[in-house]
């Protein structure tokens, strides 16, 4: 050890002593003892496997407290001391600042402590230089000092701790699977992020924070940890209200306290379980009022959450998001005519995709969340790829419709047995879910709004239950007789209705070209339409083979390498795109945009689309982009900022996070000197008429 960190030791062992002793008299209890050779927090440094030049990996403090004794937060409050790192790298690598789990509050003798009383982690990002040497392990170590601390003792201790990080060509590995479940645990510890900024406004003694935080969000024994010290009273009580879509909390200040930051960074915990949110507050306006909150909000905030899910989900079956599969959802319809089991069976078959498929994009959209991705609900339809690869399907059914060829997976084709008749259910509902989730209609944008901020298993749920929402009818008419009778009976007309709902799903594809167009200009529609027309070819050749009695198999891996090279090409074939005019002479939509139009005192028509949202288009096309509107506007001198969310816009996310809304539409109007106020996501002229001149609609 150098004489420099012998001498660093001794100052942090000191700052300890005096800080228990200005504590006086409430840390009076508090005893510093000397070092022991048996740690009452024992820690080891755990890397997560091998890096590449130039990338990153995540290393874990890993602490493990004896029974009875604690450690502390970033900010450890009234008493104690934070962790303080001295790293030894080699020359060019760098570490994060750490990233700790939410605490927990410990209030002694009125001082209120930041701690953690059971094993916990804090991780840092490694990250390696571009120049670091292939197949070496380079050593990395750490001198690390904390307090740990028991109800009446605090023990200073240090420990240098080390680990070994292997420099591999392309960042991957072999995980282990130990390793890997531990860090997967310690990030689940972590606060999730909130996109959007709290605001905060001290009147004397009080500060109040305004934090963005959808109604539905359900609360137990809320706590704000505020990073900087000296910002608040740690040990006075806080006071929580709920408001339109916000929660404040009112905190008191010492006497003593020093001017307030320009900004501050804070945690707030929404549970006892250490589900929690990180954020960052800046100084605004923070409404007066609201709802206080008794220590916890009722659970059936939660259920009403999952009901909202349901209702949405079921909801979508008749908005025109729902369009782009109405064919295939119309002959699974008339499929229900059949014998009771088949019946139930596709029920069950169809429930199931949209579930599962639900589910596994609220997952991967939580998962590219948590690794710091601004993506919201429809993530999927913002990639160039997954547009090309719809349009090639949608060609496919096309073909499969107008009786080109028979494909018995879909359970489309006349020769379907009862098993692919399922199997064919199950995957008209996992396309069904995928296709028709991304617009967000009424409860829906509630309940989706509020999962971006819930904890994992409850945010998965709300994902799954909109599944269930929108496969509900088809199961429903699986079990209920009586709404099957309703149904017109299966007979030979149905092989003419077939054939002509190949018309709405060549539409569909018609659309997705232009969607191309859209996204990739004309590179991507050229590109797009040539893979179609081999695709189309292709399946032609099936189903002359299959009139034949011959087997298809040569065409059928000719498509499958098709669409491999559909998937590589695609981003090399995206090009420059336009901006769509407006009639209502809309600005590109940014914070500051908004900004500058509120504070110049106008009326402001926020206005966030998608070209892949049909619900988006047909508001646009009856009740925005109309004359009367563009009159009223012009009249009312309103500003209006449209965003564009056909790809991927961070600043577009935020605002949508910010507004409790996991997707578009969104529409929010802003009077002058006012707060914001979402409108209906089915939108008529009248409404965005009577809030320009300032009138109530009649009733």
Not at 379 to 386: A, H, N, R, W
Not at 619 to 645: K, P, Q
């Amino acid at each position: 050890m150098t004489i420099v960190a012998g001498v660093l030791r001794y100052l942090f062992r000191l700052l300890i002593l005096l800080t228990l002793a200005a504590s006086a008299p409430a840390a009076a209890q508090f005893a510093s003892g000397p070092a022991s050779d048996t740690p009452r927090i024992a820690a080891s440094l755990v890397a997560e496997g091998p890096v590449a030049p130039g990338g990153t990996i995540t290393l874990a403090f890993d602490f493990r407290p004896t029974a009875g004794w604690h450690g502390y937060w970033t900010n450890p409050g009234d008493a104690g001391l934070g962790m303080r790192l001295a790293w030894d790298l080699p020359p060019g690598w760098t570490v994060s600042e750490p990233r700790y789990p939410v605490p927990g509050t410990l209030l002694i003798s009125g001082l209120m402590n930041h701690v953690y009383e059971a094993p916990y982690g804090v991780l840092v990002t490694l990250t390696a230089p571009s120049n670091a040497q292939v197949r070496r392990t380079v050593p990395i170590a750490v001198d690390a000092n904390w307090l740990a601390c028991s109800d009446r003792l605090c023990v200073p201790e240090e420990a240098v701790l080390k680990a070994s990080v292997l420099v591999v060509n392309d960042g991957t590995w072999d995980p282990d699977p130990e390793t890997t479940k531990r860090f997967d645990a310690w990030r689940q510890a972590l606060p999730a992020p909130l996109d959007s900024p709290a605001h905060f406004d001290a009147r004397g003694q009080t500060l109040r924070v305004s934090i963005p935080l959808p109604d539905g969000v359900a609360l137990a024994e809320p706590h704000l940890f505020i990073a900087q010290k000296g910002v608040i009273d740690p040990a006075a009580p806080q006071r929580a209200l709920r408001q339109d879509g916000a929660l404040v909390f009112e905190l008191q200040r010492k006497t003593s306290a020093p001017p307030l930051p320009t900004r501050f960074d804070a945690v707030l915990r929404l549970d006892e379980d250490g589900n929690g949110l990180s954020l960052s507050a800046e100084p605004g306006a923070v409404a007066e009022g609201g709802t206080p909150l008794d220590g916890a909000t009722e659970s059936p905030g939660l259920v009403w959450l999952l009901v909202s899910a349901v209702l949405g989900g079921m909801l979508l079956n008749i908005l025109p998001c729902v369009f782009p599969i109405l064919s295939l959802k119309a002959l699974a319809l008339l499929r229900h005519g059949t014998d009771e089991a088949t019946a139930r069976r596709e029920g069950l078959a169809y429930t199931a995709g949209t579930t599962i498929a639900a589910a596994a994009l609220g997952a991967l959209l939580l998962i590219l969340r948590a690794g710091g991705e601004q993506v919201g609900w429809a993530f999927q339809l913002q990639e160039p790829v997954v547009i090309v690869m719809l349009a090639l399907l949608a060609v496919a059914v096309t073909a499969n419709l107008a009786g080109l060829y028979e494909f018995v997976l879909t359970g489309l084709g006349a020769r379907g047995s009862k098993a692919g008749q399922a199997r064919g259910a199950f995957a008209t509902g996992l396309l069904a879910s995928f296709v028709a989730t991304p617009c967000t209609g009424p409860f829906m944008a509630a309940a989706l709004g509020a999962a971006l901020l819930l904890p994992t298993v409850q945010a998965l749920a709300l994902f799954a239950m909109l599944g269930i929402g929108l496969g509900l009818p088809f199961l429903l008419l699986g079990f209920i007789p009586p709404l099957r009778r309703a149904l017109p009976r299966p007979g030979p007309w149905m092989a003419r209705f077939r054939q002509w709902m190949a018309l709405p799903m060549g539409l569909t594809a018609l659309a997705l070209f232009w969607l191309a167009y859209r996204m990739g200009g004309w590179t991507l529609l050229i590109g797009t339409s040539v893979f179609a027309a081999v695709l189309l070819g292709l399946v032609v050749q099936i189903g002359t083979s299959q009139m034949r009695g011959r087997k298809a198999t040569g065409y059928a891996l000719a498509g499958a390498v098709l669409i491999v090279m559909a998937v590589i090409a695609t981003p090399r074939l995206v090009g420059e795109t336009t901006t769509r005019e407006s009639m209502l002479d809309a600005q590109p939509f940014s914070e500051k945009a908004l900004a500058d139009a509120r504070a110049a005192g106008r009326p402001v028509f926020v206005w966030m689309t998608a070209d892949w949202c049909v619900t988006c288009k047909v508001n646009e096309a009856r009740a925005i982009e109309t004359e009367a509107v563009r009159a009223a506007f012009a009249d009312g001198n309103v500003v209006v900022l449209r965003g564009d969310w056909t790809r991927r816009d961070p600043a577009i996310t935020r605002y949508l996070t910010a507004r409790g809304s996991a997707g578009v539409p969104l529409y929010v109007w802003y009077k002058s000197g006012e707060k914001g106020e979402n409108l209906p996501q089915l939108l008529s002229s009248d409404t965005l008429i009577h809030r320009a001149m300032g009138t109530e609609p009649s009733r």
